[in-house]
């Protein structure tokens, strides 16, 4: 790989598989769970069971994944040939980019956008990038402590906690309300995705920069390892046993050690889960070509802009928000997937990237895609010669 963009026959299908179906996941929990829901005793019971089920097994994982794979991401782009200082400068661009984009997305369309968080918490991991691995497991467990202590230190401190907004009436000034709400409490959710990041540059050097692979029969296991703790986890969190947890004692009058129970048990959850996934997947793809994820996956960029894009205006012409229930949101995403799949086909076909892909792609290799023009046109004049 050199230090030009990454062209389509250099793309590695099981990562865009990956992102195709965290991508999908990402739509279905917006759907579901961010637009608003009627009250739960209004659901029947399909509704509920839907809801239960899909919350199980999508819920948060997809954003697990993603954050992996964007650091993951990273590793390849740094693997490049080129010189390193080369490689930091043109992804240090694609990151502002991607905060450019996402802090549009967010304003405009969507308040809960994920673009920026990935990107401005990067640049920090661009900082372990030849840190060692000891280092890096130090850092995610001052991550995960800090996430999980955040909270006790602000009512210790006696800080107020943000208020969350109140309804505006209109949509756009209630969005931007909820936005300047979730980079406010930022301090308090950010720590996990900065965790998954790191996990992510570790999974990269382990598999790109070694070259590591996995046997079927250690995939095989870490499915099975990784949907029975996951399981365990989540069934513990959402049974009457978890209420021990609130007797365990406690630092002071903190609920620092509560807190970080809770938060192991959450994430083994999610670990085992996404895990369970992404082996998954790998093994699927020895059989099956996967292409809708695959399609999905080479254009994510746009498709999670469009998603926003086809649902606001939908929910804003149907008063949706906050009167969505689980069969509505079905209904509404397997429509959507179908037709971002159609659609990502379909631009495939007549581009070789989607349509923010390329966009981006301008913005973070200008100099690069120029001199690749000048060589192409130098090649037609000798040839015509």
């Known amino acids: 790989m050199t230090s030009a963009p990454v062209?389509?026959?250099?793309?590695i299908q099981y990562l865009d598989v990956i992102r195709g179906f965290a991508i999908s996941g990402v739509l279905l929990a917006y759907v579901f769970w961010n637009l608003g829901t009627e009250p739960d005793s209004s659901y029947t019971s399909?509704?509920?069971s839907l809801d239960k089920i899909l919350s199980f097994l999508i819920d948060s994982k997809c954003y697990t994944i993603l954050a992996n794979l964007f650091a993951v991401g990273f590793v390849l782009h740094m693997n490049k040939s080129g010189s390193t200082a080369g490689n930091l400068y043109t992804y240090r661009r694609r990151l502002l980019g991607l905060i450019i984009i996402g802090i549009a997305h967010a304003l405009v369309l969507r308040?809960?956008?994920?673009l920026v968080?990935?990107?401005v918490l990067t640049f920090l991991v661009i900082f372990l990038y030849r840190a060692s691995n000891r280092t890096i497991i130090f850092v995610m467990i001052i991550t995960f402590l800090l996430e999980a202590s955040m909270p006790s230190l602000f009512l210790s401190q006696h800080w107020a906690f943000p208020k969350r907004p109140a309804g505006q009436g209109n949509y756009w000034v209630e969005n931007f309300e909820w936005v300047k709400y979730w980079y406010a409490t930022s301090i308090f959710f950010w720590e996990m995705t900065l965790f998954f990041l790191l996990s992510g540059l570790l999974a990269g050097r382990y598999f790109i920069q070694k070259k590591k692979k996995?046997?079927?029969?250690?995939l095989i296991l870490i499915v099975i390892i990784g949907f029975v703790s996951g399981f365990a986890s989540y069934w513990?969190?959402?049974?009457?046993?978890?209420n021990k947890i609130r007797s365990i004692p406690d630092i002071g009058n903190t609920f620092i050690v509560r807190k970080s129970i809770y938060d192991l048990l959450f994430m083994i959850h999610r670990v085992g889960l996404a895990a369970a996934y992404v082996s998954l997947f790998y093994l699927l793809l020895s059989r099956f070509t996967l292409n809708a994820l695959a399609v999905l996956g080479r254009t994510s960029l746009s498709n999670y802009i469009m998603?926003?894009?086809i649902v606001v205006p939908i929910c804003l012409a149907f008063n949706l928000?906050?009167?969505?229930t689980p069969t509505i949101a079905l209904i509404m995403t397997v429509s959507i997937w179908i037709f971002q799949v159609l659609f990502s086909n379909w631009w495939l076909k007549y581009h070789r990237f989607g349509p923010l892909e390329g966009l981006l792609r301008r913005f973070t290799y200008r100099n690069a895609i120029n001199a690749e023009k000048q060589i192409v046109q130098t090649q037609l004049v000798v040839s015509e010669a």
């Open 321 to 324: 928000f906050d009167h969505i």
């Open 46 to 48: 399909f509704d509920k």
């Open 236 to 242: 513990f969190i959402n049974s009457p046993f978890s």
């Open 7 to 11: 062209q389509p026959k250099q793309r």
């Open 117 to 119: 968080p990935y990107a």
């Open 214 to 218: 996995l046997t079927s029969t250690q």
């Open 307 to 309: 998603q926003a894009i």
């Open 111 to 114: 308040n809960g956008d994920i």
